[in-house]
């Protein structure tokens, strides 16, 4: 694989591997070093609405909060893409945890949601309100980036342009808005036993409704325990869950 030459000749003799979970564009090696250490490396081309820019300044911002979360070792751009050193989070994502019960699973993701969701949202310099990331949407919808072939199996056969006429017909008439993750996806949750260590991916964390993060993680446990643990997690976090919300934000999750 190509290094940057700033990281080159440090990873000479490393052992690298190519990681496949999970759904971003971006591609990401672990870096097991000489010695013992392990780091990863994310990778994307340079492009109008490329997004790894965006998660150094949050890992970074999240650091300063001591949020859990990787740590950025360096960034830079050569090779027409954008590269991000950052160190592991100890432990396994919740998607490939098999040591963990669908309670334990449901427990951590609860935890970690309210302590992100409790941080006050003035101390938050990302914005990722509904007005923002609809705008987002219909430019992604523009330049031909939203992958249809991806579609939720109730949108299947519908075209991007179809799909963007839904969400903005079924709006929600109220939002909640606290600090989320943005893409609460079991693989973005990392836990060590059953003690949650950080959140990874974080390149859209930013103030938007709470419902951003419950749609996508009650979307998530869903299709990896079971729909009947989807309750058990709204009971954890502690609100009754908002239907109308949850299909909203897991439609607007299309687009990206």
């Not at 709006?171 to 993750?181: A, G, K, N, Q």
């Not at 693989?187 to 991916?201: H, K, L, R």
């Not at 325990?225 to 607007?252: N, Q, S």
Request: glycine share 8%; charged share 25%; with cysteine.
């Amino acid at each position: 694989m190509y290094i940057p030459t700033k990281w080159r000749e440090k990873f000479a003799g490393a052992l690298i591997e190519r990681q496949i979970i999970g759904e971003s564009g971006a591609e990401v090696f672990r870096i097991r070093c000489d010695s013992g250490e392990a780091l990863f490396l994310k990778s994307e081309p340079i492009g109008l609405l490329d997004e790894l820019p965006d998660e150094v300044e949050r890992l970074r911002w999240m650091k300063r909060l001591d949020l859990p979360g990787p740590t950025v070792l360096g960034d830079t751009t050569e090779y027409n893409r954008h590269w991000l050193l950052m160190t592991a989070v100890p432990g396994l994502d919740l998607a490939s945890n098999n040591d963990l019960s669908p309670s334990q699973v449901v427990g951590i993701l609860a935890m970690a949601l309210r302590s992100l969701h409790q941080v006050s949202i003035a101390e938050c310099p990302f914005d990722h309100r509904l007005e923002e990331r609809i705008v987002v949407a219909k430019n992604r919808v523009s330049a031909g980036l939203v992958d249809e072939t991806d579609f939720d199996n109730e949108r299947l056969g519908q075209t991007a342009t179809d799909v963007l006429a839904e969400l903005l017909s079924t709006l929600p008439e109220t939002s909640d808005l606290v600090v989320t993750h943005g893409d609460a996806c079991l693989p973005n949750f990392m836990a060590e036993g059953s003690n949650f260590t950080g959140f990874i991916d974080c390149g859209r964390l930013g103030v938007s409704d709470r419902y951003q993060d419950l749609a996508l993680t009650a979307r998530s446990i869903a299709r990896n325990l079971g729909e009947m643990w989807v309750e058990p997690f709204f009971r954890d976090y502690g609100v009754k869950p908002d239907h109308r919300r949850i299909a909203f934000y897991c439609l607007l999750d299309e687009f990206f």
